[in-house]
């Protein structure tokens, strides 16, 4: 990734509207929709995952289809706050795949984590191996009673 921040123009901007829409479109679909030529939103697609803009095109798995129901935020609290402790703790998390998410916060917490379980009990089973890997001074968790809104699609400014 060239920088941090990478200027863009509107056509740009629709390009990366439409594939977090429909990543899978094709090329000519794409093309078409946003006025260009095949060749040009080609190299346009080339240049922005170059700059790192565009990271990856992924498929989004419906998780009540592959049985990972419960969606669960899990708030952590620690007394360790040493480099050492924080590298084995990001290297612990990154290990188990129900977390789609960790987040070290400002505030009361020190880390967030957004993981997708069966049930309760692949929660505390999450929890047990989470406890038996790192020490933790406390940990609690809340489970979405209602999925009001989640999308992968950024607002793309401008």
């Known amino acids: 990734m060239r920088s941090s921040k990478v200027t863009f123009d509107h056509l740009d901007r629709r390009i990366l509207t439409e594939m977090q829409r429909d990543a899978a479109q094709s090329l000519d679909t794409l ?4 006025g260009l030529s095949r ?3 080609w190299r346009r697609i080339r240049r922005l995952e170059e700059d790192g803009v565009l990271r990856a095109r992924v498929a989004l798995v419906d998780p009540a289809a592959v049985g990972l129901g419960l969606n ?8 360790r706050h040493d480099a050492k402790w924080a590298a084995e703790f990001s290297k612990v998390v ?3 795949p129900e977390i789609l998410g960790a987040y070290r916060t400002s505030g009361a917490q020190d880390y967030l984590l957004h993981a997708r379980v ?5 929660y505390d089973r999450l929890y047990q191996r989470l406890i038996a890997r790192i020490e933790l001074k406390d940990v ?14 950024l607002p793309v400014p401008g």
Do not use: L, P, Y
């Open 94 to 96: 990154r290990g188990f």
């Open 118 to 122: 069966a049930d309760v009990q692949a």
């Open 39 to 41: 060749n040009a939103t």
């Open 140 to 153: 609690s968790a809340s489970f979405s009673m209602e999925e009001i809104k989640e999308t992968t699609e």
């Open 31 to 34: 093309s078409e929709t946003i």
């Open 72 to 79: 669960v935020f899990v708030s952590i609290k620690t007394d």
